[in-house]
């Protein structure tokens, strides 16, 4: 079996995680992607390691190919999403079990390698969840649908009342991250992490400061807890 992988972008940003891991710059084409070697498992910022890229920015087939080149065969994602439920609240974790991902097209792959049914990994989908009932005392949602839009603007309230008619929460990344990593063969399941209510849930609109402040509020714990899940799968 090879190793671990964790990816996380708003959730853990700024955070302590992975603090004490060993860098490797690992070449990829002409990028260079930075992956953290925390022993039992690996870590990857895929908004950068030091200069940040939004999400439409993102080079997810550089960096899962570094993870794909340093060992890993299976990924654990953290993704910052907002919720499309009035009943969600800020920091509330789901475990998404679909995905919808209509305009970006990204593959690591020109030729009919590309043709494939994505999803995330049932069997691995379920370790992670039963990692995390495990590992934390905070409950989670086992099925949801994400929706993925482009970024890196957040969605009008209009956007979000048909996005809401199909999905349970919304973000920039996670879609695509699958797509990738199925197929390069590495297993993939994702954590969404609430950071926000989305656009128009509320009497007020969104703003970047609330958004951040959900981040923030959520950090440490998801850090945390995501340490402690990411050392049990590494395990397993």
């Keep these: 079996m090879g190793r671990l992988a964790v990816i996380a ?13 060993t860098a490797i710059d690992v070449p990829v084409g002409d990028t260079i992607v930075r992956v953290l070697d925390a022993g039992d498992y690996c870590f990857l910022q895929r908004h950068g390691a ?34 499309l439920r009035a009943e969600h609240a800020v920091g509330d974790v ?11 097209v990204v593959s690591a792959y020109d030729d ?19 990692a995390w ?29 048909l996005l809401a008619a199909f999905a349970d929460v919304v973000g920039m990344t996670i879609a695509t991250e699958c797509i990738v990593a199925g197929e390069l063969n ?3 399941a994702a954590i969404c992490v609430i950071d926000n209510l989305a656009n128009g849930l509320r009497a007020d609109p969104l703003t970047v400061t609330e958004f951040e402040a959900g981040k923030e509020a959520n950090r440490a714990e998801t850090a945390a807890t ?7 799968l590494a395990g397993a």
């Design 9 to 21: 972008g708003h959730s853990l940003l700024g955070s302590q995680f992975g603090a004490r891991a």
């Design 186 to 188: 590495l297993a993939y």
């Design 112 to 130: 009919a390698r590309g043709h494939r049914v994505p999803q995330f990994d049932p069997a691995w989908r379920q370790s992670v969840i039963d």
């Design 226 to 232: 995501i340490e402690r899940v990411a050392h049990a």
């Design 50 to 83: 030091d200069d940040y890229r939004p999400p439409h920015r993102v080079d997810h087939v550089a960096n899962l190919l570094a993870l794909r080149a340093v060992g890993c065969d299976r990924i654990l994602a953290i993704g910052s999403v907002g919720g």
């Design 133 to 161: 009932t495990h590992e934390s005392p905070k409950p989670l949602a086992t099925e949801g649908v994400y929706w993925q839009t482009n970024g890196p603007r957040f969605e009008t309230p209009a956007e979000i009342r």
């Design 94 to 104: 789901i475990v998404p079990h679909d995905f919808i991902a209509l305009d970006r």
